[in-house]
Structure formats: structure tokens, C-alpha cells
């Protein structure tokens, strides 16, 4: 259940970015220019006798555009990092008691206990759902199984929508 929603890492960087600037069917301007810098190093081809002149400005727009993907990657790094690193609530099955982890520990199959207003840590299926404590109290309505959850971060509507403990 590792999340990790970057682009790069320092070993991928160089060959990842260059293919996504060099790529024909999105960044066309780039291409443009990196084959008329290449007919200017031809002297019989070029005016600029053999010194390719639009080289350095797309050299200038590139590294440029490799600092904002690189501040921007290592933004994503951090926010994966701090995903990964929130804490939820697991069955361990030889304590038969729920336990602290880590979201990135979390696997298939765990039994996963979420409070109330909790982010919900991976894909899960609902099993049950606890009581409201005033209906309870008051002797009324037991469990109905329904629960509430918002699904802004995954489709961006703020509504609740209901769901039914299996």
C-alpha cells in the first residue's frame, strides 16, 4: 500500500525528463529546434558558418523547465512520504487486538479500523459499522450498517455518499 505518485527518482531523472521534452507529439517547439540546431552545425547547410545559434536558448528553456520538474518532484516525494507515514489502526491476529501501523504497511487482506472524519487509508471494503453512541444510549436504532464518506480527493465531489456494511 505504498503510495508514490512521483515522476522521478535520481537515477530516472535525465532520461525520463529528456524523453518527455524531445517527444514529437507533445513539446513539437522543442524538437523544432534541437534538429535546426543540429543543420546549423553543418557549415554548407547553415548561414551561421557551422555555430548553432538556437542551441543555447533551448538549452536555457530545458534547463529551466528541468528546474520546475525537479522542485516539483521532490514536493511529491514529501507528500508521499508523509502518506506513507500516517498511522492506522490493523488487526494482528496473534494479539487479537487491533494495532498502530503505518499506511505503508497496510496489505491486502488486513482488517483496517477507521474512526469517525479519518482518511481512509487504502481501497476497502466495508465489514461494519459501529453504532451511533445517542441511539444506543437512548435505546433505540441498532446498527444500520449505513456509514457517510467523501470522495473529494478521488473525483472532487464535496456531497457524501452512502455506504452499506456488508
Known amino acids: 500500500n505504498n503510495i508514490r505518485t512521483s515522476k522521478y527518482n535520481v537515477h530516472t531523472f ?5 524523453l518527455e521534452e524531445f517527444n514529437p507529439s507533445t513539446k513539437l517547439a522543442n524538437c523544432y529546434f534541437l534538429v535546426i540546431a543540429g543543420l546549423q552545425c553543418i557549415p554548407f547547410v ?3 558558418g557551422g555555430v548553432p545559434t ?3 536558448p533551448l538549452i536555457v528553456v530545458v534547463l529551466v523547465d528541468a528546474i520546475f520538474q525537479i522542485f516539483e518532484d521532490i514536493k511529491r516525494h514529501r507528500a508521499d512520504a508523509r502518506a506513507n507515514a500516517s498511522r492506522s489502526f490493523t488487526f494482528n491476529y496473534e494479539q487479537l487486538a487491533f494495532d498502530h501501523c503505518f499506511w505503508s504497511q497496510i496489505e491486502v487482506g488486513d ?3 477507521i ?3 479519518e482518511t481512509i487509508p487504502a481501497d476497502v471494503i466495508l465489514l461494519s459499522v459501529a453504532p ?3 441511539a444506543t444510549k437512548a435505546g433505540g436504532v441498532t446498527n444500520s450498517g449505513l456509514c457517510y464518506v467523501e470522495t473529494k480527493s478521488l473525483d472532487g465531489e464535496t456531497n457524501l455518499k452512502i455506504r452499506t456494511a456488508i
Do not use: A, C, G, Y
Request: charged share 30%.
Open 14 to 18: 535525465l532520461p525520463k525528463f529528456l
Open 111 to 113: 482488517i483496517v479500523k
Open 132 to 134: 451511533k453512541e445517542d
Open 46 to 48: 547553415s548561414n551561421t
Open 115 to 117: 474512526h469517525n472524519r
Open 54 to 56: 538556437t542551441l543555447l
